[in-house]
């Protein structure tokens, strides 16, 4: 990458529904610990996205502040980091379009996220859903944003992102889009399903024992890891011993991300252990970690006419910052102002 560009984060989260557990670990927890580093951080709640699968207008008002609630209750500085919603920043979509003449059909049929969200249906998606990861590299992309911290889901997107980027600055002659790096770290880069170890734990998945919800209290979050899917072996304490056994291996991941450890210090601690001994451990944690978040969350609700001044001070801030890198790519590309 070129370092003409200044280190600057950007990350987005769909207000869809509720935020997860798989939100927090993956996402949030780490936009957190970024902004705490030497970086520029903005955080954007991607409204545009949601609707690629139909939203209840109401409901994606409330979704959307209590996922600004969330981002905030969860550690995010409105003050150090900026932080909006997508569509009060219209550069974005303004690019987007551009983006979509770069992308190719070719690169978007290969999108797994769409094959799964569109699923035997492919003939009724909307387009918006298909050219979603084109959108998604314009919100990265219109702040020149080095670094993208995501959950292992995203991963593809990313490339993609990158394709973007690299077949625009070769296609104008130019060096003008960074090649964004992803960050993918930690020990819950893909927190799963608590009734089924092949499946991402996701806010849309029908089943709501399936996730840990942001906004369960804490016997709730109690009761779900009591009853998370597990098998009938004690925890190993090696790494290997959690071959084949995803429900296991998730549980000890979500444990390490909580605990900020290793999956391998996690066995080192909790090996030769029962369930019924680890679960309460777990949901101690869990407990510990989320109900102060959810508290907090509630309390910022009860008062949403501050969240959207934090809204609208965030888009004015992004503004800034988008513009005129919209404005530099239209003249690279022809348009006469
Ligand atoms: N299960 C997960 N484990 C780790 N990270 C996850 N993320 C989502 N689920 C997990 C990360 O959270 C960020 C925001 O994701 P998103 O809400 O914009 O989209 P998504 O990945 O499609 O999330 P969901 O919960 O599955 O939403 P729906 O159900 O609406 O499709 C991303 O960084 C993502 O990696």
New binding site residues.
């Given amino acids: 990458m070129s370092s003409a560009f200044t280190p600057r984060v950007f ?7 509720g ?10 927890k780490r936009f957190v610990d970024m902004q705490a580093d030497d970086f520029e951080t903005i955080y954007c709640m ?1 409204d545009l ?2 609707i690629t ?1 139909w939203q209840d207008p109401e409901v994606l008002r409330r979704n959307t502040r209590e996922l600004c609630a969330g981002f905030i209750a969860s550690g995010i500085d409105p003050e150090k980091s900026i932080l909006f919603n997508q569509s009060q920043v219209p550069e974005h979509a303004q690019l987007g379009w551009i983006f979509n003449t770069v992308a190719r059909m070719g690169w978007l049929n290969r999108m797994t ?1 769409f094959k799964d ?1 569109a699923g035997k249906n492919r003939e009724n998606a909307s387009v918006g859903l298909f050219a979603y990861p084109a959108l998604m590299a314009a919100d990265i992309l219109i702040y020149h944003a080095t670094h ?7 991963k593809q997107h990313l490339e993609l992102t990158r394709d973007i980027a690299a077949k625009f600055n070769h296609d104008y002659g130019v060096d003008f889009f960074p090649i964004t790096e992803p960050v ?1 770290e930690g020990a ?6 608590l009734r089924d170890g092949s499946k ?6 029908p089943s709501d024992m399936s ?1 840990i919800n942001m906004t369960d209290d804490a016997d709730m979050i109690a009761q779900k890891i009591r009853k998370a899917r597990t098998d009938p072996d004690a925890l190993p304490s090696e790494i290997k011993g959690l071959d084949d056994r995803p429900e296991a291996r998730n549980l000890v991941n979500i444990y390490a991300g909580f605990a900020d450890l290793s999956p391998e210090q996690v066995l080192a601690e909790v090996g030769g252990k029962q369930f019924s001994e680890f679960k309460p451990m777990l949901a101690d944690q869990a407990v510990a970690k989320l109900a102060p978040i959810s508290i907090e969350m509630a309390r910022l609700m009860e008062d949403t006419s501050e969240i959207d001044r934090i809204l609208h001070r965030g888009a004015e801030r992004a503004r800034a910052v988008a513009a005129p890198i919209l404005k530099q790519t239209y003249d690279i590309v022809g348009m006469v102002s």
């Fill in positions: 990350s987005g989260i769909q207000p869809s529904g935020l997860t557990l798989g939100n927090y670990l993956g996402a949030i991607v996205h949601a699968v996220q969200k993208v911290p995501v959950g292992e889901d995203q993918i819950a880069t893909r927190v799963m399903s991402k734990m996701s806010k849309s998945d996730r």
